[in-house]
């Protein structure tokens, strides 16, 4: 039997504004337990929330980024649960009204071009944090993420295979560092996916019954998530069993899902108008004003780079897809005013010495100008293509200025052409075996003597003018 | 709607209550006054009127994105039945 599979994605991620949506308690990562919190965000009796207005403008520009319609008169609503990550035994969401509605995302996958629809986007807040103490057998609870902002972004079930689902979570990512409301960082849980995913027989057109997998937090673990829960699925329904509507649990070390321990009820939310927070009312203007302070957008921009500077398709989207890059690209070219190559330096060096060093884009420390700077010091000669690349890598993990560090350290290549003949003369004395073997008609030797000439050099000569010298002094001979 | 008693174990296991047979018909008892009075309120005619929920006609009530700072930690966790290394101690809760 052939089977079909579908997939929908929800989405959180932590926004970056310095507070917590709902008390003025930092957002900020780390710190000793206990030490971001305050009556507001611990849930303490008869304390009451203020929204924090940045976390509607942030909310407002994701939606616009995505090609939402924006709900401009929208509120909160009480999710009710106990557990003890949620000190108010309820968290503020939005169900009812959330803020953004029916968006999409444009995603490609080997050429082919899909739009998956975002079905809402809400605001809310995270839960705290809870840690297992073995010594006494019980769990601590640490509240300084317990109020930090949240989007759920959720999707539509458009998704048919892990690729798309891959490609969608890398355009939103994207999206969301190019507009400054998150830094997405999943190893900190700034961004994590739930999968909700259902199996059917091809020719059947009602969905599976689908599970839910939460919180998977790499992209490649969601990918060997979908396919582990794919073919349990289909393993499921071969042996004529049914699929169970669950929340699963991915462990990635292990390969496999196992259901949640079942929390009886716990899908009964009794949802409620949250009355603690007053409506939320976004005018015409306030979301004109976000509209035209938005920048351009990767898709934007991908079509531009290509467009303006002619470069290829494949290398514009590894540029355009990580703001870091991008900002390194247009840094550099603005300096040296040469975007074929600051763009092959960025395909080539750049990603070689980020992946050399497991350096990810967003924590590259260079000041880009020094790349454009690089570039214009190679286009005049001043060094050759390999020391520029040796000084590159200087500029990569010590982020030194390139101009200095070729004077102090003398990198000029030597540009005084009787200096560079006399050491090819030199060379060629040194040597009378491989000059013999010349005249013998071996071609090869010339490579050699040019080799040694480079290494008396330092390697700080023109490759063209030692090659053009070498060639003229063998002919003398 | 009618309380019965397996709505009301139901309640109380969402509320996380454990409650004794009396005051389980005691509950019931209340629960369906309140219901009741629904019903009353359900005879309202209220097809021309909004939905509301919130009293008052206020809206966009905001801060700003200005960090204070937090409160003492032990201030905190002053009330916690059971505190250890700076965190609140409960069970042991697996998710
Ligand atoms: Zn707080």
């Known amino acids: ?153 959720v999707s539509e079930p458009d998704f048919e295979s892990g690729d798309e689902v891959i490609a969608y979570l890398t355009k939103l990512k994207s999206i969301l560092q190019y507009i400054d409301v998150s830094d997405c960082k999943m190893e900190q849980g700034s961004l994590r996916a739930d999968v909700n995913l259902s199996v059917r027989p091809v020719g059947q057109t009602e969905l599976g019954t689908r599970t839910e997998m939460k919180n998977i937090n790499s992209f490649k673990a969601i990918a060997r998530a979908i396919e582990g829960e794919r073919k349990r699925q289909i393993e499921v329904i071969t042996d004529g069993k049914k699929v169970v509507q669950e929340t699963r649990r991915w462990d990635d070390n292990k390969g496999s899902s196992f259901a949640m321990r079942s929390k009886e009820n716990a899908q009964d939310y009794r949802y409620f108008p949250e009355p603690d927070l007053v409506p939320i009312e976004i005018s015409d203007e306030w979301i004109e004003k976000v509209k035209n302070g938005l920048p351009e957008l990767p898709t934007a921009k991908k079509e531009r780079y290509i467009a303006e500077y002619g470069l290829p398709e494949y290398d514009v989207d590894i540029i355009t897809g990580s703001k870091y890059l991008v900002k390194i690209f247009e840094k550099a070219t603005e300096i040296c005013g040469e975007p074929k190559e600051v763009s092959n330096w960025i395909m080539g060096e750049v990603l070689r010495m980020a992946s050399e060093t497991s350096t990810e884009f967003e924590d590259i420390k260079f000041n880009p100008d020094s790349l454009g700077k690089l570039i214009v010091i190679l286009k005049n000669k001043v060094i ?94 | 709607m009618i309380i019965d008693d397996k709505m009301i174990d139901y309640i109380g296991e969402l509320a996380r209550l454990k409650l004794k047979q009396e005051e389980k018909e005691n509950a019931k008892n209340e629960i369906n006054k309140i219901i009741d009075y629904m019903d009353v309120l359900n005879t309202i005619d209220t097809s021309n009127i909004e939905a509301m929920s919130h009293a008052f006609p206020v809206k966009n009530v905001f801060r700003k994105d200005d960090v204070m700072p937090s409160k003492d930690r032990d201030d905190i966790l002053l009330n916690a039945p059971n505190k250890k290394d700076g965190a609140f101690k409960v069970p042991k809760t697996f998710e």
């Open chain 1, 1 to 153: 039997m052939e089977f079909l599979t579908t997939m929908g994605l929800e989405v959180h991620c932590e926004l970056s504004t310095k507070t917590k949506i709902f008390c003025s308690c930092s957002t900020e990562f780390g710190g000793e337990p206990n030490t971001h919190v305050c009556e507001v965000c611990t849930g303490m009796p008869g304390s009451l929330p203020m929204l924090n207005e940045q976390v509607v403008e942030y909310a407002i520009r994701t939606g616009l980024a995505t090609n939402c319609t924006i709900t401009q008169y929208n509120k909160f609503d009480r999710k009710n649960y106990f557990y003890p990550d949620l000190p108010k035994a309820y968290q503020v969401s939005q169900l009812y009204m959330p803020i953004c509605q029916n968006g999409h995302i444009d995603i490609e996958v080997n050429g082919v071009k899909k739009a998956i629809r975002i079905k809402e986007i809400h605001m809310e807040e995270d839960a705290g944090k809870l840690i297992h103490d073995p010594w006494d057998d019980c769990s601590l609870v640490d509240y300084n993420r317990c109020g930090v902002p949240l989007l759920e972004i």
């Open chain 1, 384 to 477: 050759n293509r390999n020391t520029a690349k040796e000084v590159f890598e200087k500029v990569f993990t010590d982020d030194i200025d390139p101009e200095k560090y070729i004077k102090e350290n003398g990198l000029e290549m030597v540009t005084d052409n009787g200096a560079v003949e006399a050491i090819v003369k030199a060379v060629i004395e040194a040597n009378p075996k491989a000059v013999a073997e010349f005249k013998g008609g071996s071609a090869k030797v010339k490579g050699f003597i040019i080799g040694q000439c480079m290494k008396q050099l330092k390697g700080k000569a023109d490759p063209g003018t030692v090659n053009k010298i070498v060639a003229e002094e063998l002919e003398k001979l």
